[in-house]
């Protein structure tokens, strides 16, 4: 604007409490300009409902010049000081908001920018901030960098001087956006999809595992860990960090929702059988015994457990109770209603996790995990079977019927009801039930609508928990990928429409690059031309790319019928 080109960019460290803010200011007129620029923040150091400002003393931490705020009383940030800084050799500074804002005056307009310079006041004050002003000169044609520091440090304020040193300035915010983006490229190139549409795959992947992956920041437990489904192949210590925050933020707490819970012992054994890692189940999970839901030198394993046990708590049918609650007890519970897909859910909780109790040796709770889930299923046939789908023919409840293993004509005469989802989540869950049944053509048209379910515009994004979802169909049930820590199996579900599609898959330091095409006669896999057997490969962690081609058949569910038949080049 007005002769001078401006562009923003702000972000956070990797590896370190810091946000860079990157202006760059270009002068595209034909005289000489002189301008003003101002950084500014405002100081929140403790609790939510601590009184804001009364307990903040700021400072200028030496030879760097930056402006620091530390906590003189109070819980909230104690043994920490939060710095502001811009690399530049002269800087005006104030740290009272009242001076900068003015009187009768907001952050629109504030008083300061009306003025030639600011105070240099800092100290104890009830309306602390940070705030930095410098002159900038540009000649025709120049451009200038300017980068703004806002960062943590701890113990204390040479600590901060020593970040600032570090971190600041033009290079640092160079060294950390290349790392931004070297660990966002290990996140989301690790599997990586080419079909006919490219709209799709720019949605696929980019934006719809960055949604999933980043709601494992700040979320509630349940959330977190149905978006780390998306770590799954991509960065499996993700979502290892993420289970064990769930468990030790006692998700499985008496009064919980079950459902909450479930995810818990549900990702868990999807980290295993893709990791390998049964030491997880080893690690620390404990907390306060005065909880009754867990004792304080429990593992992971251990709170499983007994929160699995805590969710067997049935109606009148046999089936878990609508919004039920863990470790719920009373008389009145056979006179609530009942949850069917509840039912379906616990059942397939109940049957993956028997597999992880045998590993552990737990053959007794193995056997209580699936007699429970043959049980489930049993009185959900006998009570939940409407004659044409289960329950109230909902699709999440079709869907998880099939993923529970239920009886496989009515699931098949369930599924051919459905269109979609009435929610993102639940979309996924059919289009999951439905490539368990070989249904190529419906279930990849289910994943190219996600997204036009994004949340608004102009945000190509969806519901974190909706991305997790979608995620995992996209590559364990569209892409066929199953790995486990020594072998990388391939049984992707190709439409008859298309002729091909490809994918990436990162293993280690190998990339593999997979062509996936319609087979002539028979089903085969070649690996840089060798064919091999069962359509599975053994990851070499040797730096290379690999070139594979495999050849599938069209699954007789292909042509499963159902009212889904919408997308251009998707036909049943």
Not at 434 to 441: D, K, R, S, V
Request: aromatic share 8%; proline share 5%; with cysteine.
């Amino acid at each position: 604007a007005h002769g001078i080109d401006s562009k923003l960019r702000c972000f956070v460290a990797q590896d370190a409490p810091l946000k860079y803010s990157v202006l760059t200011l270009r002068n595209a007129s034909s005289a000489p300009r002189r301008l003003s620029v101002t950084g500014y923040v405002e100081w929140w150091l403790d609790e939510a409902e601590a009184p804001a400002g009364l307990q903040i003393v700021t400072g200028v931490a030496l030879p760097r010049g930056a402006l620091t705020a530390r906590i003189a009383f109070g819980a909230g940030f104690a043994d920490k000081v939060a710095f502001f800084h811009v690399e530049a050799a002269q800087v005006a500074h104030t740290a009272d908001r009242r001076e900068f804002v003015g009187r009768h005056r907001s952050l629109a307009r504030p008083a300061a920018l009306a003025r030639a310079s600011l105070s240099g006041s800092h100290g104890a004050a009830p309306a602390p901030c940070a705030a930095l002003q410098l002159r900038v000169e540009l000649q025709p044609g120049e451009e200038r960098e300017l980068v703004f520091l806002l960062g943590v440090a701890e113990p204390n304020v040479l600590a901060a001087s020593q970040a600032v040193q570090q971190h600041g300035g033009t290079k640092g915010a160079a060294r950390a956006l290349r790392a931004l983006h070297a660990h966002w490229d290990t996140l989301l190139g690790s599997v990586r999809v080419a079909t006919p549409n490219p709209a799709f795959d720019l949605f696929a992947n980019g934006w719809l595992p960055y949604g999933a992956l980043s709601l494992t920041f700040g979320e509630a437990p349940a959330r977190q860990l149905q978006g780390a489904l998306a770590a799954l192949h991509r960065s499996p210590a993700t979502l290892r960090e993420t289970l064990l925050r769930a468990a030790r933020a006692d998700i499985g707490a008496a009064g919980a929702a079950v459902e909450d819970f479930l995810w818990l012992p549900w990702a868990l054994q999807r980290y295993i059988a893709v990791s390998g890692d049964y030491g997880i189940l080893r690690e620390p999970a404990g907390g306060d015994p005065s909880s009754g839901t867990r004792l304080a030198h429990d593992d992971l394993y251990q709170y499983c457990v007994h929160g699995l046990r805590g969710c067997l708590r049935f109606g009148e049918h046999g089936l878990p109770l609508l919004d039920a609650r863990m470790h719920e007890d009373g008389q009145e519970l056979p006179e609530r209603a009942e949850d069917l897909r509840l039912a379906f859910l616990l059942a397939a909780v109940l049957q993956h996790f028997a597999d992880v109790a045998d590993r552990r040796a737990d053959f007794g709770f193995a056997t209580t995990c699936r007699g429970a889930a043959l049980a489930l299923r049993a009185q959900a046939e006998a009570h939940g079977w409407n004659g044409e789908a289960y329950g109230e023919g909902d699709a999440a409840t079709q869907a998880w019927a099939a993923l529970a293993g239920a009886e496989p004509g009515r699931v098949a005469a369930a599924l051919a009801t459905q269109d979609s989802g009435p929610d993102a989540r639940s979309a996924a869950w059919l289009g999951l039930a439905l490539a368990g049944q070989g249904a190529a053509t419906r279930a990849w048209a289910l994943a190219m609508e996600a997204p036009v379910r994004s949340l608004a515009t102009p945000y190509f994004m969806m519901d974190g928990v909706a991305s997790g979802w979608t995620c995992l169909l996209l590559t364990d049930a569209l892409l066929g990928i199953e790995r486990t820590a020594d072998r990388l199996a391939l049984a992707p579900l190709l439409p008859a429409a298309w002729e091909e599609l490809r994918l990436r898959y990162r293993a280690g330091r190998a990339d593999y690059d997979v062509q996936v095409r319609h087979a002539g006669q028979g089903e085969a896999l070649l690996l840089d031309g060798q064919p091999q057997a069962d359509k599975v490969i053994e990851p070499l962690d040797d730096g290379r790319e690999h070139k594979a081609e495999l050849y599938v058949e069209r699954r007789p569910g292909d042509v499963l019928p159902g009212p889904h038949d919408k997308l251009p080049g998707l036909k049943t």
